[in-house]
C-alpha cells in the first residue's frame, strides 16, 4: 500500500519534517492511518512555534481558543471540537468525540467538560492546561497597539500570521478556525 501523509506549518520546516517522521513510523509499524494523523497532529500541537495546541495564540481577550477536527476515510466518520480551552490536545479530544460518541461536533465549554470526563480514563489527554505564554501575551498586546495607533502591523506580527488572520482573531468572538 502507498500512503503519503501531507503537512503545513510554514515557514518552520524542521518541525513539520518530525511531525511527519512521527506519522510515517507509525505507518511503517502498521499502525492505522487514523493514528498516524492524530499523533502527527498531536507533533504539531506540541511544538509552541505552531498556532496550534501549545503555541496557540490568543484572542482579544486574552484566551486561547482551539479547534480541532478529524475524519477516517474509510468510513466516513467523524469528529471535531472547537472554541475549546484548556486541553493541551484538542486533536485527542476530537478523536475520542469520533470514536466513542455519536456526535460530530462539540464546542466551548461542552467539549471542554467532554475533555475533563475522559482525562479520567485517558493520562495523555490533559486538561487545565494554559497555552498562553509571556510571548504570545506580548504579541497580542502590541498587535493591539499597533491597530489603536495605525501602525505598520505587518512589522509586529510574527510570521506565521497574516493580516486577515490577525483581524478575524483580535475582532470576531467566538470564531472557529481561520483558514490561512
Known amino acids: ?3 503519503c501523509i501531507m503537512a503545513n506549518g510554514r515557514p518552520i520546516r ?3 519534517e518530525a511531525a511527519v517522521a512521527k506519522g510515517a513510523c507509525l505507518l ?15 507533533a504539531l500541537e506540541d511544538d509552541p512555534r505552531f498556532d496550534a495546541g ?3 495564540d490568543l484572542n482579544l481577550y486574552g484566551l486561547v481558543l482551539m479547534d480541532a477536527s478529524i475524519m477516517d476515510g474509510r468510513t466516513l466518520n467523524g469528529g471535531g471540537v472547537g472554541a475549546v480551552s484548556g486541553v493541551k490536545n484538542p486533536i485527542l479530544i476530537a478523536q475520542k468525540v469520533m470514536d ?4 460530530v461536533f462539540l464546542v ?3 467539549a471542554e467538560d467532554y475533555a475533563k470526563t475522559l482525562s479520567r480514563k485517558y493520562p495523555e489527554i490533559v486538561v487545565d492546561y494554559d497555552a498562553s505564554t509571556f510571548e504570545t501575551r506580548e504579541r497580542l498586546l502590541k498587535a493591539i497597539k499597533a491597530l489603536v495607533e495605525e501602525a505598520p502591523v505587518e512589522e509586529i ?8 488572520a490577525l483581524w478575524f482573531k483580535l475582532l470576531l468572538e467566538g470564531r472557529l478556525n481561520t483558514i490561512q
Open 1 to 3: 500500500m502507498t500512503w
Open 14 to 16: 524542521d518541525g513539520l
Open 28 to 42: 511503517k509499524e502498521g499502525e492505522s492511518a487514523i493514528k498516524a494523523v492524530t499523533e502527527t497532529i498531536r
Open 54 to 56: 501549545t503555541g496557540c
Open 100 to 103: 466513542t460518541t455519536p456526535h
Open 108 to 110: 466551548g465549554k461542552y
Open 157 to 164: 506580527l510574527s510570521e506565521k500570521n497574516s493580516m486577515s
